[in-house]
Structures are given as C-alpha cells and as structure tokens.
C-alpha cells in the first residue's frame, strides 16, 4: 500500500519501487530494462561487461574486504580480471578508463531519451 500526499507523490513512489528492483540485477539487465523503456539501443556488449565487471569489483570492495570470489567471477564474466581468492586492485588507468566509460554511457543515455521526449 503507498501512503502518498498526492499524485506526484504516488508517481515518485512507484518510481522508487520499481528502480530499487531493477538496480539489483545484472547490468545487462539494466541496459535491456532501458531500452525497452525509452527505446534506446544502449552500449555494446563489450561497454556493458566492463560495467558488470566495474559493479562486481564494487561488491567485492564492499562486501568481500577486496578478495575476489566466485560470485565476483560470475557477475564480472568474460570481462573478469581476477580469479577468485585474489586480492582486487584499481590502478590508476582502471579506474580513469571506468570513469569515462560511465560518462561515456550516461551522456549517450541521456542524449538517446531526450531525443525520444
């Protein structure tokens, strides 16, 4: 049940709901979730393992004190850097090609949904 003071209120609860479900699947998913959503094509296949990679990395970071693992392994794919029991690194060059591939994404998802506005 939404307990909303208005519409606006009940569009931003619904809007929350639905985005908390989708961030926690693959980042495939995120991508086939936009472009059944706003019609755009999105990355390719290469970008979005990187991205999987990057949020694997992120979890490991978070929740595996920086020690890879299966689970490391099986969200980053093809696109793994580590084995599992390895020790995660983010080096310089890593992190700044990371960097601009998000910016890269988000500005041609922002550019791709405008358009369709």
Same mark, same amino acid.
């Given at each position: 049940m939404l307990?909303?003071?208005?519409?606006?209120?009940v569009?931003?609860?619904v809007v929350e709901?639905?985005?908390?479900?989708?961030k926690y699947r693959r980042a495939a998913e995120w991508?086939?979730?936009l472009r059944k959503l706003i019609g755009v094509p999105g990355p390719a296949a290469d970008e979005v393992g990187r991205v999987a990679e990057a949020k694997a990395g992120r979890d490991i970071l978070v929740?595996?004190?920086?020690?890879?693992?299966a689970v490391?392994?099986?969200?980053? #794919? !093809? &696109? =793994?850097?580590?084995a599992p029991g390895d020790i995660l690194e983010l080096p310089e060059p890593y992190l700044r090609g990371t960097a601009d591939l998000f910016s890269k994404l988000a500005g041609e998802l922002s550019a #791709? !949904? &405008? =358009?369709?506005a």
């Open positions: 307990a909303a003071a208005d519409k606006a209120d569009l931003r609860q709901r639905e985005l908390n479900e989708v991508f086939e979730y929740h595996a004190q920086g020690v890879t693992n490391y392994v099986a969200k980053a #794919g !093809a &696109a =793994a850097r580590y #791709g !949904a &405008a =358009a369709k």
